[in-house]
């Protein structure tokens, strides 16, 4: 072989390496779950999630580049494999559906280490004729962390989660708090709906808090304090027991005004805004000094609000943070990015345009409007990876179009000047793009329209 072959032999394999490393494979073959009183067989599984491009975001490499996550054989049979390692075949067992509703792993670097998160949400489903029927639906989310790399804890994480859901299904099963209604996946939680009250109790699982269960005679009768006097503007609740609860197995508590949930350091109380339940709280950190916008419910962030209580923090310094009612996991109120699986592509019209002047922008033929100098335009694209066209036009001037295609979890940004009387595109890097996407974060431009 001449060494010219080679050469070409090493770069094929190199590229076919590298586009290997920007997909990340997720295998169930190896995993096993136990569910105690579990007497179901699972006939079928049904992919019901609103993204179905992948299963999530790792990261890979020594940068913590984003690589998208896929199930290396596909979610149905990767879950088949899981059931079938777990589960013997009893015809007599009751056949059941499982759709999946949500299923999302990704992953969060601090200073001092890594977690591997996923988050899901499943249904159990009956067929009668040609109709579903929904007996439960439940979701969590399942976190692990380590000083080292935890990308390979995706499996364990989502094989636990499954089984945290099955197990949830059988307790609700034995104390009757099943149901049977249309499989359909707008249902309103029992919590958020019109006049519902809280009720006083115990909410044992996250499961319990949404579907408004509250045990309201627990075997161990408290009392609680409420700790509403500093300066974070966080109220934490300290209850006083009658014995020997085990804490760190309840979700929360309720006094029948307010839900306060246990993030292992203390229970703190939960706000309702719209549909929303809130709480307020510190922004963790990297080792670089960038904001790590939230974690799995009760871990990073628990610390951190039981710090704020008193640690000296006032309300200035305080983030807003929800509960996903789908899976439990405690989120920044505005959707993190570490949560989103898609491409940016931002068009940035020059402050150095006449003041004047107004540029006409179009995507893919669709109007997008008229560009005021130093204003921009936030576009989301989900997956997979297509070409955009984007043409630009000034009055009386020749329209210029150029396609780009945005690559996954990257930012791509369009330059929008206007030169010798007509629009042109360009495509800023290195500092220029750095210091705009920094000026667009910090609120130095508008944007055209009111960014959701």
């Not at 490393?21 to 995993?31: A, M, Q, S």
């Given at each position: 072989?001449?060494?010219?072959?080679?050469?070409?032999?090493?770069?094929?394999?190199?590229?076919?390496?590298?586009?290997r490393?920007?997909?990340?494979?997720?295998?169930?073959?190896?995993?096993k779950?136990?569910?105690?009183?579990?007497?179901?067989?699972?006939?079928?599984?049904?992919?019901a999630?609103?993204?179905?491009?992948?299963?999530?975001?790792?990261?890979?490499?020594?940068?913590?580049?984003?690589?998208?996550?896929?199930?290396?054989?596909?979610?149905?049979?990767?879950?088949?494999?899981?059931?079938?390692n777990?589960?013997?075949?009893?015809?007599?067992?009751?056949?059941?559906?499982?759709?999946i509703?949500?299923?999302q792993?990704?992953?969060?670097?601090?200073?001092n280490?890594?977690?591997?998160?996923?988050?899901?949400?499943?249904?159990?489903?009956?067929?009668?004729?040609?109709?579903?029927?929904?007996?439960?639906?439940t979701?969590?989310?399942?976190?692990?962390?380590?000083?080292m790399d935890?990308?390979?804890?995706?499996?364990?994480?989502?094989?636990?989660?499954?089984?945290?859901?099955?197990?949830?299904?059988?307790?609700?099963?034995?104390?009757?708090l099943?149901?049977?209604?249309?499989?359909?996946?707008?249902?309103?939680?029992?919590?958020?709906?019109?006049?519902?009250?809280?009720?006083p109790?115990?909410?044992?699982?996250?499961?319990?808090?949404?579907?408004?269960?509250?045990?309201?005679?627990?075997?161990?009768?408290?009392?609680?304090?409420?700790?509403?006097k500093?300066?974070?503007?966080?109220?934490?609740?300290?209850?006083?027991?009658?014995?020997?609860?085990?804490?760190?197995?309840?979700?929360?508590?309720s006094?029948?005004?307010?839900?306060?949930?246990?993030?292992?350091?203390?229970?703190?109380?939960?706000?309702?805004?719209?549909?929303?339940?809130?709480l307020?709280?510190?922004?963790?950190?990297?080792?670089?000094?960038?904001?790590?916008?939230?974690?799995?419910?009760?871990?990073?962030?628990?610390?951190?609000?039981?710090?704020?209580?008193?640690?000296?923090?006032?309300?200035?310094?305080?983030?807003?943070?929800?509960?996903?009612?789908?899976?439990?996991?405690?989120?920044?109120?505005?959707?993190?990015?570490?949560?989103?699986?898609?491409?940016?592509?931002?068009?940035?019209?020059?402050?150095?345009?006449d003041?004047?002047?107004?540029?006409?922008?179009?995507?893919?033929?669709?109007?997008?409007?008229?560009?005021?100098?130093?204003?921009?335009?936030?576009?989301?694209?989900?997956?997979?990876?297509?070409?955009?066209?984007?043409?630009?036009?000034?009055?009386?001037?020749?329209?210029?179009?150029?396609?780009?295609?945005?690559?996954?979890?990257?930012?791509?940004?369009?330059?929008?000047?206007?030169?010798?009387?007509?629009?042109?595109?360009?495509?800023?890097?290195?500092?220029?793009?750095?210091?705009?996407?920094?000026?667009?974060?910090?609120?130095?431009?508008k944007?055209?329209?009111?960014?959701?």
């Open positions: 072989m001449t060494s010219s072959r080679i050469t070409l032999a090493f770069f094929l394999l190199f590229l076919a390496n590298f586009v490393g920007n997909e990340f494979y997720i295998t169930l073959v190896n995993e779950i136990t569910v105690p009183g579990f007497m179901y067989r699972v006939v079928d599984i049904i992919d999630r609103e993204q179905t491009y992948c299963i999530g975001i790792v990261q890979r490499g020594m940068g913590n580049k984003k690589v998208a996550a896929f199930f290396k054989a596909g979610m149905k049979a990767e879950f088949g494999y899981l059931f079938g777990s589960f013997g075949v009893d015809a007599s067992n009751k056949p059941v559906i499982l759709r509703n949500k299923l792993v990704y992953e969060i670097t601090t200073s280490r890594e977690m591997a998160i996923v988050e899901l949400n499943i249904s159990l489903l009956e067929k009668e004729g040609e109709q579903y029927i929904e007996i439960f639906e979701g969590v989310t399942v976190e692990r962390s380590s000083m935890v990308t390979s804890s995706h499996d364990k994480n989502i094989a636990q989660a499954l089984q945290n859901c099955l197990v949830e299904f059988v307790d609700r099963e034995y104390r009757g099943t149901y049977r209604r249309p499989a359909t996946t707008n249902h309103i939680y029992p919590i958020l709906q019109e006049g519902a009250a809280l009720k109790g115990i909410f044992r699982t996250f499961n319990d808090f949404r579907d408004n269960t509250a045990q309201e005679n627990p075997a161990y009768p408290y009392t609680l304090e409420i700790n509403d500093n300066k974070s503007g966080i109220v934490r609740a300290s209850p006083k027991w009658k014995g020997n609860p085990p804490v760190g197995e309840i979700w929360g508590l006094d029948g005004q307010f839900a306060y949930i246990n993030l292992g350091s203390g229970f703190f109380r939960l706000t309702k805004e719209g549909d929303a339940f809130v307020y709280g510190p922004s963790p950190r990297d080792g670089t000094g960038a904001v790590i916008l939230g974690a799995a419910m009760g871990g990073i962030i628990g610390g951190l609000i039981a710090g704020a209580v008193s640690g000296g923090y006032s309300s200035r310094d305080m983030t807003k943070y929800r509960i996903d009612l789908s899976t439990g996991a405690m989120v920044p109120f505005e959707e993190p990015a570490y949560r989103r699986i898609e491409s940016r592509l931002i068009l940035f019209c020059s402050g150095f345009n003041k004047e002047s107004r540029i006409a922008i179009t995507v893919n033929n669709q109007p997008v409007g008229d560009m005021p100098p130093g204003t921009y335009h936030r576009l989301r694209l989900p997956p997979p990876e297509k070409p955009v066209e984007i043409c630009v036009n000034i009055p009386g001037g020749e329209k210029v179009c150029e396609t780009v295609t945005p690559e996954l979890f990257k930012t791509t940004v369009a330059l929008l000047r206007i030169r010798k009387g007509k629009a042109e595109i360009g495509w800023p890097g290195g500092d220029i793009r750095s210091n705009l996407l920094n000026d667009i974060k910090t609120g130095q431009y944007p055209l329209q009111e960014e959701k």
